[in-house]
């Protein structure tokens, strides 16, 4: 029987969902600009600060207004994709001067989170499937970011108290994301808190042009 909409997002709100934990200190990945603010002086004094690593977004694909997420990588590899990949079929160009102002930086997360999984056989468990992860229109089968919010809001209000979702890199099924809701300042303090800055910028990381070598993206660097 075909849900609707409706049905999904009610049973997504009130279920028992399917879901993988992420034990602390486990690391995930962010891309960022390398002069990002981390002195806690500075982000005591900004208490409305979004900090350029921990951003709460409010868009992308499972992002909305009020119900804001930390979009994080489970590989840097897969933080690089997600971030700089936009077309795979043209591969990736991008300037010399980009790669050096950006950087990818490790979080070990401070607490376990319990995040719905949006991989493999439990994308049927809970009820979606992979269109969920792509912007398309709607035309009765394949469904808008629109509908992703509304999901991850969804879910943000089910009483099992989910951390966030876990869900396959839309340009590498291999590679695995991680949507994060916030919950509280307190998360957000003690994900900064265990923040590890990268100590360089993308164009010096040797793991970037490996992935060039290993066949697994076509970059292009250009001046």
């Avoid at 992860?133 to 989910?162: C, L, M, V």
């Avoid at 509280?184 to 923040?195: A, F, G, N």
Wanted: glycine share 4%; hydrophobic share 35%.
């Amino acid at each position: 029987m075909h849900l609707t909409n409706e049905q999904v997002n009610t049973f997504l709100a009130s279920d028992e969902l399917a879901t993988r934990s992420l034990d602390r200190d486990t690391t995930l990945w962010r891309i960022h600009h390398k002069n990002c603010v981390i002195d806690n002086r500075v982000f005591e004094e900004a208490q409305n600060l979004r900090h350029e690593i921990i951003h709460w977004s409010s868009g992308g694909r499972f992002g909305s207004p009020g119900n804001e997420v930390l979009y994080l990588g489970a590989s840097r590899e897969g933080a690089f994709l997600e971030t700089l990949c936009t077309n795979p079929s043209l591969g990736i160009e991008v300037s010399r001067s980009r790669l050096q102002n950006l950087a990818c930086s490790s979080i070990d997360l401070p607490r376990n989170l319990q995040m719905v999984d949006f991989t493999s056989k439990n994308l049927l468990k809970n009820r979606v499937d992979s269109n969920v992860f792509g912007a398309t229109d709607d035309n009765g089968h394949r469904r808008t970011y629109a509908f992703a919010r509304e999901i991850s809001k969804a879910i943000k209000n089910n009483p099992n108290n989910y951390d966030g979702l876990l869900f396959q890199s839309r340009v590498n099924p291999d590679n695995r994301n991680i949507a994060v809701f916030f919950q509280s300042d307190t998360l957000w303090r003690e994900l900064q808190s265990s923040i590890v800055i990268a100590d360089q910028t993308l164009f010096y990381e040797p793991w970037v042009y490996q992935m060039q070598i290993d066949g697994l993206i076509n970059l292009t660097v250009i001046d």
